[in-house]
């Protein structure tokens, strides 16, 4: 699952899951021994992240909107991700 950004010790991964579980546009989060799913319209599939790093996830997601739904399609199409800029 290829990682498109990181900060603050939070790891974003994206990978497109055609007839998956999520059933959406989605991205796999973890900080330290937490894992969350979330939905890129923010609803959470799965898992909890501390609310500090909810909040810095929430911000970033919303900050890259437009990137992420990109990458989302690229993934859907069989090309690569990009990386995303980090929150700084």
Do not use: C
């Amino acid at each position: 699952m290829p990682t498109i950004s990181m900060f603050y010790g939070i790891t974003i991964h994206m990978q497109s899951e055609r007839g998956g579980k999520h059933h959406g546009p989605h991205i796999h989060v973890r900080y330290q021994d937490d894992e969350l799913v979330i939905g890129l319209d923010g609803q959470v599939y799965g898992g909890e992240l501390p609310a500090k790093q909810m909040k810095l996830l929430l911000a970033w997601m919303a900050i890259h909107e437009d990137e992420l739904n990109a990458n989302w399609r690229l993934l859907s199409e069989g090309e690569a991700a990009f990386r995303i800029e980090p929150l700084r």
